[in-house]
């Protein structure tokens, strides 16, 4: 919000701080300054004004209090006349209050007399330092006084408003009001809007509407100030996209007592700019606020800051900020306060002792190490491996991502969920829409989404997902974290080497890849590739599945190239993993390198051939590589052939070349006793 320099000053009793040291003094106590710029004579602050303070620091009233105190000045607030209603020929103004819960307060006065003219220079300076822009001399002091107090202001032409009856009630859904800017809104329901006889006049806390708009020719006005529910404004404004100073004010809350404070400051005001007469006071206040009293006890103080403030510090810092101190029992040091009523953040001592801490400056209180023994966080384990997780998919060229835990309507056919998936799938009770209908049970759909999007603009995609999975068992519900990659550029080799380099980086050794199953747990079965995907598993126990994703997935969601995929159970991965791991020397002996070729049929695992190479060399084998795997027309159908890298080396001695024959020619003979086996030569 911006604050003007000269206009605080009159507020204040004696002459204030250099600029900057007063934005120093306000930074360290109070609000952040976000700007601090020349303006002509003028020096004005942006100040950042937080929702909680914007209760009683949302004008340059409030702004002033807190210089007052900060810097020991006097504050000098100006006078306000008294309202008395006068004679006048205008009939009565009726005003009912149909959304009662909604409106606190009501207050206005029906003016008689007024004649809308150019604001005085000094007037429009005020506005013109705030960013706002002069109109008239009527709609000029509004905005002045909102300004000034925080209190918003409107006011009506009085002869425009039919039938002579303001009625402030909820709006139906897309009623139509056109406000002073000329914009014509479709209201959402439930919007807070004043309706005269014949139809809408204002849009509530918000912007005023242009048939009761001031202008030259009004001779009598309706001036409100009035207290709304701030969740209401804050929502209406939200769905309309649509603000203002008023709306943001209202938003954040308002004192119910600063009414009529509000329109006797504006009457002040009116007086001094032009002729006119108060014709009528209309005040609805059905439930008066009483004033919050708080006990402070002295010694609260210094338990919390931690150093002793003297009383009558307190005590000035206290009433400098408007709180009365109603009695005080010097042997207990026990205070009762009254919290003013603008002050809506307060509510227990807790807040009092902040705002005295503040005051007397936190920069204040001596630097001390703490007395108690400090006992360092039992380490997570999960947390920990979900850290090491992401470090490692970093590393093997993976981004992470976050999407959205939910799935529609269309999903379930574009995933191909069968009808016992759908059982697990967890229907929410109230979904914004047929889109987010659903809680995710596999974080892949959502992974080939991003895919879909984002093909055009990238060759190679290569992403990640740690999430929480959800599904329905039976009468309860399941929640896991699971953690998928997918990408487009590689295939499904590269994809099971990703997973490979994972585990044995977690020191998961004992991983090994078996037939894929048509149930693959909380994923569609149908969205893997049925010949080129694998369970993955330790032991017995399955965490995962690694693959291509189905020709037919593709297709429902236009993605024109190959994709690879995996999905991991997070808790189970970091259940089998090790920080400790075993290393072992290399041998220093010169290692020798002899591939074989193997041509077997289609549904021939990889890790058969691999257990049978090193079941026949034992040690003297150091490490088994496929390096290619093939399968054209030139091969007999239904075949495949895979080719290794097998590396011959000891610990203890130089292998000969004899000795390599032989293992490698009894590795030969022993593959080709399986007779859908054939080794190329």
């Known amino acids: 919000m911006l604050y003007s320099y000269n206009w605080l000053q009159e507020y204040i009793g ?26 002509g004579s003028d020096w004005i602050f942006d100040i950042a004004v937080l929702p909680n303070r914007a209760h009683d620091c949302a004008g340059h009233q409030g702004m002033a209090r807190e210089i007052a105190v ?41 003016i008689e007399g007024v004649h809308p003219k150019q604001s005085p220079k000094w007037l429009k300076e005020r506005l013109e330092a705030a960013g706002v822009n002069s109109i008239n001399s009527i709609v000029d002091i509004t905005n002045f006084v ?17 039938g002579k009856t303001m009625t402030v009630r909820q709006a139906k859904e897309k009623e139509k009001l056109e406000t002073l800017d000329n914009i014509t809104f479709s209201l959402p329901q439930g919007a807070l809007v004043i309706e005269d006889k014949e139809g809408l006049i204002d849009l509530v ?163 001390k190490f703490p007395v108690l023994s400090l006992q360092p966080h039992e380490r997570s384990a999960s947390f920990v491996w979900r850290e090491r997780i992401r470090d490692l998919m970093k590393e093997a060229g993976f981004t992470e991502i976050y999407t959205y835990s939910f799935l529609g309507e ?58 929480t999975v959800y599904a329905k068992e039976k009468e309860s519900f399941q ?77 429902n969601l236009k993605i024109d190239y190959p994709v690879a995929a995996f999905s991991l159970d997070e808790e189970r991965i970091s259940k089998f993993a090790q920080e400790n791991i075993a290393y072992q020397l290399p041998s220093r002996f010169p290692a020798s390198v002899r591939d074989i070729a193997v041509l077997v049929p289609f549904q021939t695992k990889v890790v058969d051939i691999m257990n049978m190479i090193e079941g026949t060399a034992g040690e003297i084998i150091q490490d088994v590589d496929l390096f290619d795997m093939y399968e054209g027309p030139e091969l007999p159908a239904e075949k495949k052939n895979f080719a290794f890298h097998i590396v011959y080396q000891a610990s203890d001695r130089t292998l000969t070349a004899e000795e390599i024959d032989a293992i490698h020619n009894k590795i030969i003979k022993n593959l080709e006793q399986n007779p859908d086996w054939e080794v190329r030569k």
């Open 146 to 162: 909102m300004l000034e107090t925080g209190q918003p202001l409107h006011a009506f032409d009085y002869d425009s408003i039919r």
């Open 410 to 467: 269309k999903d379930k056919k574009r995933f191909g969920y069968q009808d016992k998936e759908t059982k697990k799938i967890i229907e929410l009770e109230n979904p914004l829409s047929e889109e987010v209908a659903y809680l995710r049970t596999n974080l892949l759909p959502n992974l080939l989404k991003q895919i879909a999007v984002n093909q055009k603009r990238y060759r190679v995609i290569n992403i990640f997902e740690l999430g």
């Open 14 to 39: 004696k002459k204030l701080p250099k600029p900057e040291k007063l934005a120093e003094l306000l930074s360290l106590h109070a609000f952040e300054i976000e700007e601090v710029k020349k303006q």
């Open 479 to 555: 929640e896991k974290k699971e953690l998928s990659g997918i990408s487009i550029g590689k295939s499904f080799y590269e994809m099971k080497g990703i997973v490979d380099f994972l585990c044995e980086s977690m020191g998961i050794t004992d991983v090994w890849y078996d037939n894929y199953q048509q149930t693959p747990e909380l994923a569609p079965s149908a969205l893997w590739h049925s010949k080129k995907s694998v369970e993955i598993k330790i032991g017995d126990e399955e965490i995962g599945f690694v693959g291509e994703i189905a020709k037919s997935i593709l297709s």
């Open 205 to 367: 806390g918000i912007k005023g509407g242009k048939i009761s708009g001031i202008t030259s020719a009004t001779k009598n006005i309706v001036l409100q100030a009035a207290t709304f529910d701030p969740t209401i404004i804050y929502k209406t404004k939200k769905q309309l996209h649509y603000t203002t100073q008023a709306a943001d004010i209202y938003a954040a809350g308002i004192d119910s007592e600063r009414t009529t404070e509000a329109l006797e400051r504006a009457w002040t005001l009116l007086k001094q700019v032009g002729n006119g007469k108060v014709a009528q006071i209309i005040d609805i206040y059905p439930a008066k606020i009483r004033p919050a009293t708080i006990f402070l006890n002295s010694q609260l103080v210094e338990k919390i800051l931690g150093v002793a403030v003297p009383q009558e510090e307190m005590k000035r810092i206290l009433k400098g900020l408007g709180f009365e101190i109603k009695q005080t029992s010097q042997k207990r040091g026990v205070w009762q306060i009254q919290v003013p009523s603008r002050r809506m953040d307060v509510s227990m001592p807790e807040d009092l002792v902040e705002e005295i801490g503040r005051i007397h400056g936190y920069n204040a209180i001596p630097s």
């Open 70 to 110: 900060l810097t020991g000045l006097p504050l000098a607030l100006p006078k306000r006349s008294t309202i008395k209603t006068q004679k006048s020929t205008l009939g009565p103004m009726k005003v009912t209050i149909q959304a009662k819960s909604f409106v606190p307060r009501y207050s206005a006065l029906v």
